[in-house]
């Protein structure tokens, strides 16, 4: 048994990394459309996954939980009877602006890792559309990580700035509210750089069709009216 040690507490501090200034609300003129929260919550995905068993890994600091500015987070580890380990941190963004928060692409170098190699992979479906996600080697003070990461704005997967701004331009003509952002992080150990990417592949493969569905279509639906005083629900700039 190979003793891939995970550490959640790191990835959460990296994904803080250089601050929370991407959660703050850019409030551009003109009225603004609501988010809708998620229909259902991080918290429901599933402890096992195929044959990956999780368990929830508390966060020792919990001021950068908070930072993180999320509405929700879930932080997991997930083993095989191998004894390979993979950790995952999600995080459901309520208020947000136009680009996606605390990116790995950002946060992971602002921390001291230097990018090895990084790469787009698919995750297929058995329904709809194919997933995508990021897939990027790290190292640091001789240790090697893969991260591989996507973020879901409705039925819309981003993976960075650009994807952002073409989903707001798909979602903004048959959608009455925002829907949240959902970000996925899988982090694990590099021992063999093929081996390790199939199997972090294939578990985000199965991660993705859980997790694919949480947002449900409320945000397609009409919704009670807002201004643009009320921010309980959040708001982003139209």
Not at 29 to 44: D, I, M, N, R
Not at 65 to 85: F, K
Not at 200 to 210: D, P
Request: glycine share 8%.
């Amino acid at each position: 048994m190979r003793a891939l040690v995970v550490r959640t507490t790191i990835t959460v501090a990296v994904v803080v990394g250089i601050g929370i200034g991407s959660q703050v609300l850019l409030v551009a003129s003109g009225s603004k459309k609501a988010v809708a929260p998620p229909e259902h919550t991080l918290s429901s995905l599933p402890l096992e996954i195929g044959s990956w068993r999780g368990e929830e890994v508390p966060i020792a600091d919990e001021r950068r939980e908070e930072a993180i500015g999320a509405d929700e987070t879930i932080n997991r580890r997930y083993r095989n009877a191998s004894g390979d380990s993979i950790s995952l941190h999600a995080a459901c963004f309520v208020k947000f602006d136009r680009s996606v928060p605390h990116s790995p692409d950002v946060c992971y170098p602002g921390n001291g890792y230097t990018k090895i190699t990084d790469k787009t992979v698919e995750l297929p479906c058995s329904e709809g559309a194919p997933g995508r996600a990021k897939l990027v080697a790290f190292e640091m003070n001789g240790r090697r990580v893969y991260v591989l990461f996507w973020f879901q704005l409705g039925d819309q997967i981003c993976l960075g700035i650009d994807d952002m701004a073409a989903a707001r331009r798909e979602l903004r003509p048959r959608s009455t509210e925002w829907p949240s952002i959902l970000k996925f992080l899988l982090e694990t150990p590099i021992d063999d750089l093929e081996a390790d990417e199939a199997r972090l592949v294939e578990f985000a493969t199965r991660l993705h069709e859980k997790s694919r569905n949480l947002q449900g279509t409320s945000y397609l639906k009409p919704a009670a009216s807002t201004t643009p005083s009320d921010a309980s629900n959040g708001g982003v700039p139209d």
